[in-house]
């Protein structure tokens, strides 16, 4: 069975799951979008990636032809229909058709669409033995520019930095921000262990607030281990225990190397397993999936 498509309350087989070339989505990358996984049929924070395209919707002032209730069935309305239970979920809400200038009140029918389809992670030897990333030369959007608190369609500052990694023979890249300071990855957030203290960047460092980023930070404080979302530089990383990374197609995955530089033992560390181990087994039993 081809899989299906919803796009604004019908569904289409794949290959005839389409939008105008006029729509303001593909002319501009004005639109937005989410990420998400199901596990066992239920979608990890299902509201939490609701809450946040709504409010990547608004800092656009782009308005979701659709109740977050009624998105939110129809998201799962879309993997039933496609018998899907462990799934990878992309959300899509373009401006929608317009004239070919800018101006957002020329277009009219908002797309919203849901894509379900299998998962492709990274390798599992990744997972064993770690990344090894780079850090871009690109660095992340200036938040006064575009916010990276906006998960847009605009994705090129991402690609650009990500095209760098490519190039020197790794799947991510870490990009800094507007003051030097570590941002994030180009699709994961980051987070680093130094003097037993767990660190990630700050949202006012200019990143995107990661959904599975704050489930690590839950798992940690649950754990005992002490989290600070406080600025850091690429020497933090240079010099920590250990280094990971999470997104919700990633989950957690370990870094073993910066810039050929080994982290810590140049090995997955001890608490990066630990808390893979933890977030696995949240995944299949959070209160909070839908
Ligand atoms: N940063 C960026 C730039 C991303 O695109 C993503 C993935 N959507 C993340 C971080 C991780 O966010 P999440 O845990 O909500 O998937």
Do not use: W
Request: include cysteine; charged fraction near 20%; glycine fraction near 8%.
């Amino acid at each position: 069975m081809s899989l299906e498509v919803y796009i604004n309350g019908k569904y289409y087989p794949k290959a005839d799951a389409k939008v105008s070339v006029y729509d303001h989505g593909l002319l501009y990358g004005d639109g937005v979008f989410e990420g998400m996984r199901a596990y066992g049929g239920k979608v990890f924070r299902h509201r939490a990636h609701i809450d946040r395209l709504y409010e990547s919707a608004a800092a656009i002032q782009l308005n979701i032809p659709m109740s977050k209730d009624a998105l939110q069935q129809a998201v799962n309305d879309t993997l039933h229909r496609n018998q899907l239970v462990d799934a990878y979920i992309r959300l899509v809400v373009t401006r929608g058709a317009g004239s070919l200038g800018l101006d957002p009140a020329k277009t009219s029918d908002p797309q919203v669409i849901i894509i379900t389809d299998h998962i492709e992670l990274y390798p599992k030897e990744k997972y064993e033995n770690g990344l090894e990333i780079i850090t871009a030369s690109t660095i992340r959007n200036h938040p006064a520019a575009l916010s990276p608190r906006i998960k847009s369609l605009n994705y090129l500052n991402n690609i650009l930095a990500r095209l760098e990694g490519k190039l020197a023979g790794c799947s991510e890249a870490l990009m800094l921000n507007h003051r030097g300071e570590v941002a994030e990855c180009t699709g994961d957030n980051i987070f680093i262990l130094r003097t037993g203290r767990l660190l990630t960047p700050p949202i006012d460092a200019g990143i995107l607030e990661g959904i599975t980023r704050n489930a690590v930070i839950e798992l940690a404080h649950r754990m005992s281990i002490e989290v600070a979302e406080i600025p850091f530089t690429r020497h933090d990383v240079f010099v920590a225990q250990e280094c990971f990374l999470t997104g919700s197609a990633a989950e957690v995955i370990p870094v073993v190397k910066l810039d050929g530089r080994p982290i810590g033992t140049g090995g997955v560390g001890e608490l990066t397993k630990k808390l893979m181990i933890a977030f696995h087994q949240l995944v299949r039993n959070d209160p909070q999936a839908t």
